[in-house]
């Protein structure tokens, strides 16, 4: 019996899952950079969003759309350098990370990563899975794939924690 309602709870996470998850394929940085504006839309202050991918994949392109999304005029540069830029003269701050130079996770509370993410801006990580275990569990999380087969532009956005439904 408890192995059934295992079974039922199971199913139904997996369920959710599903239902929040959204698939995107594009053939061209603007696509992408289409596909990021989109999802600014129907963001809220204090989302966080984690973007993963092989470097050159187009995080930073989407970051770009998704930017543009929220009304920020200001051109969106590569934090690699920095781990943070902020854009405040959109309609809510974005918080642009990037995680790919960070050794250590005390690089991160030395920047005050905390109080982005628990403020009243929306943070956006590219390579957030080198620091996963200081992110919280409910995000936005994205993953973008090359497939060798579909062609050198093709890239696969995986969106999941949205609701399918009134997609992108
Ligand atoms: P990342 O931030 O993931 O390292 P960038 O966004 O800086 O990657 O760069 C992506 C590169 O791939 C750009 O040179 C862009 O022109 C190119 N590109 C080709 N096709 C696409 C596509 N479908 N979507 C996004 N970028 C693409
Ligand atoms: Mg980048």
Known sequence: MLHYIKCVMLYAVMKKV????????????EETFEAGKKLA???????????????????????????????????????????????????????????????????MFEIGFEDYLYGSGVCIIEWAALIEELLPKDMIRISINKDNGKGFDYRKIEIQGIDGETAV
């Open 18 to 29: 599903e239902e929040y998850a959204l698939t995107i394929e594009t053939n061209s940085p």
């Open 41 to 107: 839309e129907r963001i809220s202050p204090g989302q966080i969003i984690t973007l993963d991918g092989d470097l050159g994949v187009g995080k930073t392109v989407f970051t770009k759309g998704f930017a543009e999304g929220l009304g920020i005029k200001e051109p969106v540069t590569s934090p690699t350098f920095t781990i943070v830029q902020e854009y405040t003269d959109g309609k809510m701050p974005l918080y642009h990370f990037d995680a790919y130079r960070v050794s250590d996770p005390d690089e």
